[in-house]
């Protein structure tokens, strides 16, 4: 474990932390006897749904809700639908439902899963929910064909290691799930991001590697794409778009492992930062609740402490301590009340850092005049919205202390709906 305050960090010249030279495998947690899968497609009230509360369900088993989804959760233990809810989700992008199992304590039996193919709608239908969340439902609903594909095992926000731990520990397994996204991608060349200063840890026979530093934003992918293949994300559009395909290290290590074992994949790796900035590396299953994990680490959640999911630049509180792990959680920050500054109602001073500091050159502080107002078209066309790439920067160095990053995520989510119901 390491310690290390983020809260501490007071200029700028930002750098994401490094894998420690040996590191230790990831604490285990247990099975928790109540697990909630999260499905990224809403319910509707009107239609006949596929599951419902009280209906058995086996490991390994998908779980659709309507006849024609495409999206599902796949139950990591065999047992009973406690209850279906709506989850409104955190980051304000995703509506989702939430499926709450009861495991069956006298009962392991699983699924029989299908042989597997490496082909993309096999990928899109079976392999979509892997710890890591490799992107095949998105990718096979792209018409643009991957040209590059892109193995992260550098993290993409401060205090995490866990895309560094699985790239390197797991070095073996990351090149055999490279080979595999390669056949099912059908790409020429894999490329793998690593911090150059882990080269010499690791040797990989098979993959082009791209070196990033640690300086943040470096290891973003629109980053990566103008540094290493000049070429710039345009405003509003998808790296996938593209045809450049960014997946996770863990990813790639989770579909090597379900090629051997010829079953799913269940063990989320996460890297979780406490209130005294100690670094603790756990594997949960999908679906524990973060409260099972706080407890089995020792860790008390008191009333308006916050838990950040994901790093300090990109992370989103959530509102419940019940949250639970999914395939895409990386990172956990838990922060005491008392750390937390209070935001006073404060009005932009026009001092220009964040316009400064804005890789992708957005006019933030007029961008948020515009969002403020709620005019989001305005906002794209006057002030770049879609360029914005997330990194999170100009909040950090706001000398208003303005939420600049909740503005921003919510503008593009209001403009994505703006252009839906147009
Ligand atoms: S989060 Fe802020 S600094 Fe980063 S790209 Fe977006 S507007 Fe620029
Ligand atoms: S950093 Fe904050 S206070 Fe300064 S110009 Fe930008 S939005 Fe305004």
């Known amino acids: 474990m390491i310690k290390r305050s983020f809260f501490a960090l007071s200029n700028p010249g930002l750098t994401c932390d490094l894998l420690e030279p040996d590191p230790e495998a990831p ?75 009861e495991k069956n304590t006298q009962t392991s039996d699983q699924i029989e899963y299908p042989d597997m193919e490496t082909e993309l709608p096999f990928a899109a239908r079976h392999l979509n929910q892997l710890p890591g969340a490799p992107p095949f439902t998105r990718l096979a609903r792209t018409r643009v064909p991957v040209t590059t594909l892109i193995i992260m095992a550098a993290d993409t926000d401060l205090v995490t290691t866990t895309a560094q731990y699985m790239g390197t520990v797991h070095a073996e397994a990351l090149q055999k799930g490279a080979q595999l996204l390669q056949q099912i991608t059908k790409v020429p060349k894999v490329y793998l991001v690593l911090p150059d200063m882990l080269h010499d840890r690791v040797r990989f026979d098979n993959l082009t590697l791209l070196p990033t530093r640690s300086n943040y934003p470096e290891t973003l992918p629109a980053m990566i794409m103008k540094n290493h293949l000049e070429k710039i ?70 009333e308006l402490d916050r838990i950040v999911i994901g790093g300090p630049m990109q992370g989103f509180a959530t509102f419940t301590p019940h949250h639970p792990v999914t395939p895409d959680m990386d990172t956990v920050l838990v922060q005491d009340r008392s750390q937390i500054p209070s935001l006073p109602d404060k009005t932009c001073v026009n001092c220009g850092k964040c316009i400064q500091i804005c890789p992708a050159d957005v006019p933030v502080n007029l961008l948020i005049r ?47 709906k703006l252009r839906i119901d147009a």
């Open 233 to 302: 994300l345009p405003a509003g559009t998808t790296p996938e778009e593209m045809g450049i395909c960014f997946i996770r290290a863990e990813a790639a290590v989770s579909l090597a492992r379900a090629f051997d074992t010829q079953a799913p994949v269940f063990e989320k790796c996460i890297t979780l930062v406490d209130k005294n900035g100690v670094r603790h590396r756990i594997e949960a299953v999908i679906g524990t609740p973060l409260s099972r994990i706080f407890t089995q680490l020792g860790i008390r959640i008191n």
């Open 370 to 416: 515009f969002l403020d107002s709620g005019q989001y078209e305005a906002a794209a066309d006057e002030c770049d919205l879609e360029s914005c790439i997330d990194c999170g920067l100009c909040a950090y160095v706001c000398t208003a202390q303005i939420p600049l990053c909740q503005y921003i995520r919510l503008g593009k989510h209001e403009l994505s």
């Open 27 to 101: 604490q285990k947690i247990d099975v928790p006897g109540l697990l909630t899968l999260l499905l990224p497609e809403p319910l509707d009230g009107t239609r006949n749904r596929r599951i419902r509360k009280g209906d058995p369900v086996l490991k390994g088993q998908k779980l659709l809700l309507y006849d024609d989804s495409t999206e599902y959760a796949v139950s990591p233990v065999s047992g009973t639908i406690k209850s279906i809810d709506t989850f409104t989700a955190d980051d304000v992008s995703r509506l989702c439902t939430r499926i709450t199992i």
